[in-house]
């Protein structure tokens, strides 16, 4: 197959050097690229044994709270668990940090979230149910859950979105443009070579001119 | 830096979060509502909310374009009370499936 050349480009000795050089960085970077492909394919799938199963649990527990909450609500009636729900104090304080994989920057999240007694949810115990109670924990616990998953998933959607811009990098370097510039060196190198050759008969033609004349 | 999280979802969803501790609540009910929602929390600058599957599936193409590869807000789905909706599709291991080309078996 025919390699493609680069447009524009004069078969002389300064452009060989110059083209010389951008393969040498193109190399290097290439290599460079390709060891941040790796690494950040290797955090990825640690990332991908934590987020394992974590959806599922997830799942699980809210189901479990959902079914707490069918029977608070099939005992006190829909109305007097909203009230309850509605006096319950704000609880949740999230903190957000971010951390920097291979120049990624993704959320940590630290959520605080103290053991709760009855007491310090805020509503009455005297009108409501035990179930109640239950599902109280149980959403307590699975928002715990979803902010652990929550932190996972947007990592692993940013590592994803980083990967497939470096390997499309990765690739264009490795099969367009190092190609290319080899090809263009090469090139170059037959035409000067060719130049020569051209010059070196002249010469002779010349000398046996000079010769004959003689 | 400190953030809150927010709710959008079903009355039974958000009446659960607030039983949970979560104060700040969207009950939708039209997708509309759903995307007016999502602006005013993002206003808001919150930067955790919690969306059901079903709400989310909905508004997809809105979320999208309003998210896109920012950090935050992060945007976490999770199923409503008649449980997991049974996508067919699995928005992670199509995501995975795109990066490394191969299917994990999880």
Known sequence: M?????EGINPTRMELLKLKDREKLAVKGHSLLKEKRDALIKEFFDILDK??????????????AF???????????????????????ESVEVDINSRSIM???????????????????????????????????????ALALIIELGEIEKTIYLLTAEIESTKRRVNALEHIMIPKIKSTVKS??????????????????IKSTIETDE | MKSSVAVIGDIDTVTGFQL??????????TNEDAENALDELMNEEISIIIITEKIA?????????????????????????????????????????????VEMVK
């Open chain 1, 188 to 205: 170059i190198e037959m035409r000067l070579q060719e130049m020569e050759r051209e010059n070196f008969v002249r010469l002779k033609m």
């Open chain 1, 67 to 89: 079914e707490d909450l069918t029977a608070a609500q099939v005992i006190m009636g829909d109305l007097a668990v909203q009230k309850s729900a509605l006096s319950v104090k």
């Open chain 2, 20 to 29: 949970a501790g979560v104060k700040i609540n969207k009950v939708v009910k």
């Open chain 1, 51 to 64: 987020v394992k199963g974590s959806r599922e649990k997830v799942e699980e527990t809210l189901k479990s």
């Open chain 2, 57 to 101: 599936d909905n508004i997809r193409e809105y979320i999208d374009k309003k998210i896109g590869s920012n950090v935050l807000p992060m945007i976490i789905e999770i199923p409503d009370k008649p449980g997991p909706s049974g996508r067919d599709s699995d928005p992670m291991g199509e995501l995975i499936k795109k990066v490394i080309g």
């Open chain 1, 2 to 6: 025919a390699q493609e050349t680069m």
């Open chain 1, 103 to 141: 120049g990624v920057v993704v959320p940590v999240m630290d959520s605080k979230m103290d053991e709760k007694t009855l007491i310090d949810r805020g509503y009455s115990f005297a009108d409501t149910s035990v179930r109640l109670d239950e599902a109280a924990k149980k959403f307590e616990d």
